[in-house]
C-alpha cells in the first residue's frame, strides 16, 4: 500500500510503498478514503512528545470502507471503563500505533462508526478528533444549555470550527476570537454573533461591552491572556480548556474563579459513546465540517506546511482514494 | 444592647451600648449567644472591600435564641433561585448589614435553622460560614466520593479544619499543608493522614511520594504554589477554589489540566439549602467545629488581632451571652 511515513523525527514524510497491516483479532482493517490533519501530527513530526518511534505512520483522522461499510475512525483507543477520565492504557490514533496518512489502517472494532450519510469523504475524514474533542468539551465536560453565550477562542482552528458548529447547532449565541480580522468575518458568515481580533488593545472590553458576558468558553491557547477570558465570564461559567499553545497560564484571579463560581474545565478527546453522540448530533442538524483545502496522498508535505503556517481556516485534508 | 462597632476603616473596633434593633416584616430578631470571627471581619476593618458603610456591626457567624429555639444562622442572604451561583441581590451577613458582634441581631427568617443538639453555643457559633463553604465546595461542586484521597491547604483555618472534619466523616482519606508542622501535627491528631509544610523545599515532591495523588484538593491561597497543586492531582480530580490569600495564580500548565481532565472549581459560600443539608450531616456525624480561643465580646479586638496574625487553628470564638 501507499503511505506517508515519518522516518525521523524533523524530517519530511517519505511517500513510499509498505506492507498492508494484518489486524489482530480485536482490529478491523480500514481502506482509507481520505484521512485529515492535526497539530498533533506536527508536533509529533518535531518530536515534542515523548516515546516516538520511527519508521511510523502519522494521522488520527480517517474515513473509509470496512467490509463493504462506510466508517469513520474514533481516533480515540482504549479509554477504559471510567467515563471522567481516561485510563493508562489510553492511545491517540497515529502515535504509537500506525495513523490514517495510508491507503489501510488497522483500528479497534469499537472505534469504527458508521459514516454520516450527508457528509462526503473529506468532510467525514475532517470531522473525527475534532468533533470529539468539541463535543465532550460542550457537552460532557462544560454542559451547554440552549440559548447561553459562548466564547470560542482562535476560530479557525479544527476543534474551534467545529465547536462554534455544535455550539450554534444546540441553539448557543457563539463569539470568536481570532488574530486576523478575515477569519472572523468567516465564522460571522458561518453564524457567529460577532467577534474580537486579540491583537488589538483593549480586545476584552469591547467584547464585554458588545457581547455582555459569556456562560461557556472553549480555549486551547492559554498563557497570559487566559485571565481575560475569566474577566469576560458570567457568573456561573465555564471554561474549557483543550489545549495551551501560549503555555502556562498567568495572572488568573482566585478571586474572579471563587466569587464568580467559575468552573476551569480540562477537557481532552472523549470517549466512543460521546463520539456516536457527537455523530447522531451531527447528522441531525447537518453539520458539514468546514475543510480548508485538500491535497492527494502523495502531497502530505505541502498539507504538513500548511498546517505549521497556521493560517488555515477548517481542516486540511488528505485525499486517499479517488473521491467520488 | 451591648455591641463591637466598627465606627471607621482602620481603627478597633468600639464596645458601646446601642439601641436593640427592629426586624422588618421578612427578618427575625436573634438573642446570639455567640459569634464567630472570619477574615472577611478583618479584610473589611482594613477597607479591603468596596462600599463599606461606618458605622456598623461586624460579624458573620452566630448562634443565638428566637422565639425561645436555639438557632445558628445561615450567613449567606438572598442567594436567589439559581443553585449554581449566588443572585446580584446576595450579601453576606455583617456587610452591608449589620453582624453578629452584638447582644442581637437581625436575620431574614429562612436564614434560621435549628442548632444541632450536640454542639454547645461555641462550637455552633464556630460552624456557619465555614461549614457551609466546605460543605458546598467539596460536595456540591468538587461531588466528594468516599474513599477518595483529599488535599487541604493551609490546614488551621476554618473552611479548612470544617472542610477536613466532613471529609473525614464522609469516607475520604484526608492530607494537608501547613506553613508550620505543629499545625500538620494537631490535624494528624484529628484524622488527617499525614502532610507536608510549604515551606520546605521539594515538599510537593515528598507529598507525592507518600500520598500517590489527590482526586480533590480544597485551596485557598492561589498565588505561585497553584501549578504544585495541579501536579499532585490524579487524573480526573477537582480543585475547589475559596479564596486567594496569596494573589494571582502563575504558571499553571494547561496540558496538565486537559490531559488529566482537571476540574478548577471556584466556590463560595452556599445556599440555605446546602447550609441544612450540611447541618444534618454534622449532626449525623457528630462533628464539632474546632474552636481555637474564646473571648468575652468586650475583649472583641484581641480576638481580631488573634485573627490577623494568623496562628490560630480552629475557630475565635465571641462569647456573648453567659455560657452554661
Known amino acids: 500500500m501507499r503511505a506517508l511515513i515519518l522516518e525521523k523525527l524533523h524530517q519530511p514524510l517519505a511517500f513510499e510503498q509498505t506492507i498492508v497491516p494484518v489486524p489482530s483479532p ?5 481502506a482509507l478514503h481520505a484521512a485529515a490533519l492535526n497539530h498533533r501530527d506536527v508536533y509529533i513530526q518535531q518530536g515534542l512528545y515523548a516515546g516516538i518511534q520511527t ?10 470502507v470496512c467490509d463493504g461499510q462506510e466508517v ?30 495510508a491507503d489501510f489502517v488497522c483500528v479497534p472494532r469499537e472505534n469504527l462508526h458508521p459514516k454520516p450519510a450527508h457528509l462526503d469523504w473529506a468532510a ?31 476560530i479557525g482552528g479544527g476543534v474551534a470550527l467545529l465547536g462554534m458548529q455544535l455550539a450554534i447547532a444546540a441553539g448557543a449565541e457563539v463569539w470568536v476570537t481570532s488574530g486576523t480580522n478575515e477569519k472572523i468575518i468567516r465564522a460571522a458568515g458561518l453564524g457567529a454573533a460577532g ?10 472590553k469591547t467584547l464585554k ?17 487566559f485571565a ?3 474577566g469576560l465570564c458570567n457568573p456561573g461559567a465555564r471554561i474549557g480548556v483543550y489545549g495551551g499553545s501560549l ?9 474572579i474563579v471563587f466569587w464568580k463560581q467559575i468552573s476551569i474545565l480540562g477537557s481532552s478527546m472523549g470517549t466512543n459513546e460521546e463520539f456516536a453522540a457527537m455523530l447522531a448530533f451531527v447528522a441531525r442538524y447537518r453539520i458539514v465540517p468546514v475543510v480548508d483545502t485538500s491535497y492527494e496522498l502523495p502531497d502530505g508535505n505541502a498539507a504538513m506546511e500548511r498546517l505549521r503556517r497556521g493560517d488555515q481556516f477548517g481542516k486540511i485534508v488528505l485525499q486517499i482514494a479517488k473521491m467520488k
Open 26 to 30: 480485536d482490529d478491523e482493517l480500514v
Open 55 to 64: 519508521p511510523m505512520i502519522l494521522g488520527s483522522d480517517g474515513a473509509g
Open 72 to 101: 469513520v475512525i474514533c481516533p480515540g483507543l482504549y479509554w477504559g471503563n471510567d467515563p471522567r477520565v481516561q485510563s493508562k492504557d489510553f492511545q491517540v490514533l497515529g502515535m504509537p500505533t500506525n495513523g490514517t496518512f
Open 124 to 154: 467525514a475524514a475532517a470531522l473525527p478528533l475534532a468533533g470529539l474533542t468539541a463535543w465532550r468539551l460542550l457537552f460532557t465536560r462544560c454542559q451547554l444549555q440552549k440559548g447561553e453565550r459562548v466564547l470560542i477562542t482562535g
Open 195 to 204: 467577534g474580537a481580533n486579540y491583537r488589538e488593545a483593549g480586545w476584552d
Open 209 to 225: 461591552e458588545k457581547a455582555k458576558g459569556f456562560d461557556v468558553v472553549m480555549d486551547a491557547a492559554g498563557g497570559d491572556g
Open 228 to 230: 481575560a477570558l475569566a
Open 247 to 255: 503555555g502556562k497560564i498567568n495572572s488568573l484571579s482566585p478571586q
